[in-house]
């Protein structure tokens, strides 16, 4: 919620965002995107990066990304889950670097707490009951736009003149209050009003509504390294995506 409406600390909500999944996921024993093998090469590798400052692992990344575009790096989903070793050490160093030495004052905390409760009674002033008698979830709902820098684009538009944008990805939030049961789901269905455009719904169960959504009907990358990420904790369903990139060819 705070990556969606706290722009301008978004480098600490990225950084607390990726560690806290991460541990999640080690506390639910399942890490996504670890193709490491055994607990040695997995304990080695860690042992390496751990000892990293952040501006060293920046430049590990960097290197990393490098070979794999040039294809030195043979074993690629070996590679990847170096890569998202390297990223989440970072994102521990950048916040100790820059906030686990910083001392929050009372009156700071007040603040942060009056702030949790405007949020949390503005989020239940907008709840709804539909007429069926279900729960209305409340959402926030993202396009990731950029432009696509292919061989054809570089060739026919610049800096000054670009592409039209396009969509690379969604990012859907939704929040599920007193949530109990089974972990709400995602589905992916036919649009009538054509082949280009499909439906995700999300299903949380007999106490709230589906919530339905229009979406670009292009293959997902579910690579953790190109920001999938799907899970359900604490009553919010978190759900982010980008679309695979083709090469352009004649």
């Not at 399942?30 to 990293?52: D, F, Y």
């Not at 409760?117 to 979830?137: A, T």
Request: contains cysteine.
């Amino acid at each position: 919620m705070h990556l969606a409406i706290d722009k301008t600390n978004s480098l600490f909500w990225e950084a607390a965002n990726l560690v806290c999944n991460w541990e999640i996921q080690k506390a639910s024993g399942v890490e996504h995107g670890n193709a490491l093998g055994n607990s040695e090469i997995s304990s080695e590798v860690t042992s390496v990066i751990e000892t990293k400052t952040y501006a060293q692992l920046i430049y590990m990344q960097q290197q990393i990304e490098i070979k794999m575009k040039s294809g030195e790096r043979k074993v690629v989903e070996f590679w990847e889950s170096v890569l998202n070793y390297v990223m989440i050490y970072k994102a521990k160093r950048y916040l100790q670097q820059n906030y686990s030495s910083r001392i929050i004052e009372p009156r700071e905390t007040q603040m942060i707490a009056s702030e949790i409760s405007r949020i949390n009674s503005h989020k239940n002033d907008q709840e709804l009951i539909s007429e069926h008698g279900l729960r209305k979830p409340k959402y926030i709902f993202r396009v990731h736009t950029g432009f696509k820098w292919n061989k054809y684009n570089r060739n026919h538009y610049d800096n000054e003149h670009p592409p039209p944008k396009i969509v690379k990805g969604y990012s859907f939030v939704i929040y599920y209050p007193d949530f109990v049961g089974r972990t709400p789901l995602y589905s992916i269905e036919n649009d009538r009003g054509g082949s280009e455009s499909s439906l995700i719904r999300f299903h949380a169960g007999p106490r709230y509504e589906d919530v339905l959504f229009q979406i670009v009907n292009k293959e997902w990358d579910l690579s953790w390294k190109s920001g999938f990420r799907c899970m359900f904790v604490g009553g919010i369903l978190r759900l982010n995506f980008f679309f695979k990139q083709f090469s352009y060819r004649r």
